[in-house]
Every structure is written in structure tokens, then in C-alpha cells.
């Protein structure tokens, strides 16, 4: 992954390295330099080492941002690990370019929210939740790569949210085994909790995205 990025980052207009890299601070021997343990940002730090050994390490690129901490306990660095990695990536949707315009995101945000309002147990906050949940960033961003106002001809949330308890319906609809064959989870020990309770709550747009293809 290193050199993929040290490939990208020879390609790229901005210069520097976005972010930090972190480290936590080791224990010192009297004497002795201090080691540090590196936490997060080690693709960044061996893509500036690949640059380096082809020689192609720019000047821009040669100092790197970086975070350091005092020591601590391991469980400690375990919950600073898990702290960085919590962290949810801007999706599609939300970039500037490339993005939604500013009126496909209004109208997809406010369905997304009437949705989550609607069935608040089948929202998660997070991004990677398993079936039938769903991420209201993730529907949202969904939506917009699927191009669902584009090609339905949809100009207002309120048709958006009835386009989508159509798509609920339909798949609702469906029977248990043609709801699997859409590849909801992988074993089947998860395809049926998921779908017992997608039938609960009535709720079936996060068993798959097929439904965005209709």
C-alpha cells in the first residue's frame, strides 16, 4: 500500500503530506535515546521512504507532520489505536469536487434523516455496520453514486422519500430466499438474523443495494 501511495503522491499537485503521523513515546534508559512507537500514519511514512530510494523525494515531501505522545501503558496505546481508527472517512457526496451539488445534497440528506427518524433502530452511527443497518452518510452517499435523482427524475426530498418506501415495499415484498440470493451476508447464520430483523422493523433498503439499481 506504501508504494501505491508514494506512486500517487509522485502524481499529485499538493504538496506535502496531508495529516500527521502518530506516535507514542517508549520507555528511556538513562543515556539513552527514546524510542517511540508508531501508532497511525506508517503508508504515509514508508511512501516517503519509497520516494526517497527512487530518489524522487521532493523537498516538500521530506518533512512529515507528526504527533508525538508521552508514554503510556499498553492499554492505553490500544485505546489511542482504536480512538484514530474510529475516525469515519468524508464520503463521495461530500467532496468538494465531485461531490453533489448543493441541492442534490439537500434533498439527499433531508430523505436520508426523514428515514433515519422513521426507523432510528436500524440506523447506526457507524460507517462499516452489517445488514440490515444502514449509516445515514453511507445511504446518502449511496444514493448520489448511484445517480438515483438523475436518472428517476427526482427534484424534492418528498418524492425522493416516496421513490424509497417504494424501493422499502418492493423489497419487503420479496420472499426470504430471493432476499439471500441478493447477497444481504455472507453465511447464513447472519442472513437470517438480518432478515428476521428487516422483517421486525419493516425496514430492508440496508440488506443490500440492489434496490438502488431499479
Same mark, same amino acid.
Given at each position: 500500500?506504501?508504494?501505491? &501511495?508514494?506512486?500517487?503522491?509522485?502524481?499529485?499537485?499538493?504538496?506535502?503530506?496531508? $495529516?500527521?503521523?502518530?506516535?507514542?513515546?517508549?520507555?528511556?534508559? #538513562?543515556?539513552? #535515546?527514546?524510542? $517511540?512507537?508508531?501508532?497511525?500514519?506508517?503508508?504515509?511514512?514508508?511512501?516517503?521512504?519509497?520516494?526517497?530510494?527512487?530518489?524522487?523525494?521532493?523537498? #516538500?515531501?521530506?518533512?512529515?507532520?507528526?504527533?508525538?505522545?508521552?508514554?503510556?501503558? !499498553?492499554?492505553?496505546?490500544?485505546?489511542?489505536?482504536?480512538? &484514530?481508527?474510529?475516525?469515519?472517512?468524508?464520503?463521495?457526496?461530500?467532496?468538494?469536487?465531485?461531490?453533489?451539488?448543493? !441541492?442534490?445534497?439537500?434533498?439527499?440528506?433531508?430523505?436520508?434523516?426523514?428515514?433515519?427518524?422513521?426507523?432510528?433502530?436500524?440506523?447506526?452511527?457507524?460507517?462499516?455496520?452489517?445488514?440490515?443497518?444502514?449509516?445515514?452518510?453511507?445511504?446518502?452517499?449511496?444514493?448520489?453514486?448511484?445517480?438515483?435523482? #438523475?436518472?428517476?427524475? &427526482?427534484?424534492?426530498?418528498?418524492?425522493?422519500?416516496?421513490?424509497?418506501?417504494?424501493?422499502?415495499?418492493?423489497?419487503?415484498?420479496?420472499?426470504?430466499?430471493?432476499?439471500?440470493?441478493?447477497?444481504?451476508?455472507?453465511?447464513? $447464520?447472519?442472513?437470517?438474523?438480518?432478515?428476521?430483523?428487516?422483517?421486525?422493523?419493516?425496514?430492508?433498503?440496508?440488506?443490500?443495494?440492489?434496490?438502488?439499481?431499479?
Amino acid at each position: 500500500r506504501a508504494s501505491l &501511495i508514494a506512486k500517487a503522491k509522485a502524481r499529485s499537485g499538493v504538496q506535502g503530506w496531508p $495529516g500527521s503521523i502518530v506516535v507514542v513515546e517508549g520507555p528511556q534508559e #538513562e543515556g539513552e #535515546e527514546a524510542l $517511540g512507537v508508531l501508532i497511525d500514519g506508517q503508508h504515509r511514512l514508508g511512501a516517503a521512504s519509497f520516494l526517497d530510494s527512487k530518489g524522487k523525494l521532493t523537498p #516538500e515531501l521530506e518533512s512529515v507532520l507528526v504527533e508525538v505522545y508521552p508514554a503510556m501503558e !499498553d492499554k492505553a496505546v490500544k485505546e489511542l489505536f482504536t480512538e &484514530i481508527n474510529k475516525v469515519e472517512p468524508v464520503k463521495w457526496i461530500d467532496l468538494p469536487d465531485g461531490g453533489a451539488s448543493a !441541492d442534490e445534497n439537500a434533498v439527499l440528506t433531508a430523505a436520508a434523516e426523514t428515514m433515519r427518524s422513521r426507523y432510528p433502530d436500524m440506523f447506526k452511527p457507524s460507517q462499516q455496520c452489517r445488514a440490515p443497518h444502514v449509516n445515514v452518510d453511507v445511504l446518502r452517499d449511496e444514493m448520489h453514486k448511484a445517480k438515483v435523482l #438523475e436518472r428517476h427524475g &427526482i427534484q424534492s426530498a418528498d418524492e425522493l422519500i416516496t421513490w424509497l418506501d417504494a424501493r422499502n415495499a418492493a423489497s419487503g415484498a420479496l420472499s426470504d430466499a430471493e432476499i439471500a440470493g441478493s447477497g444481504v451476508a455472507k453465511s447464513s $447464520g447472519a442472513r437470517e438474523k438480518a432478515l428476521l430483523k428487516a422483517r421486525a422493523n419493516s425496514f430492508y433498503l440496508g440488506l443490500s443495494w440492489d434496490w438502488l439499481r431499479l
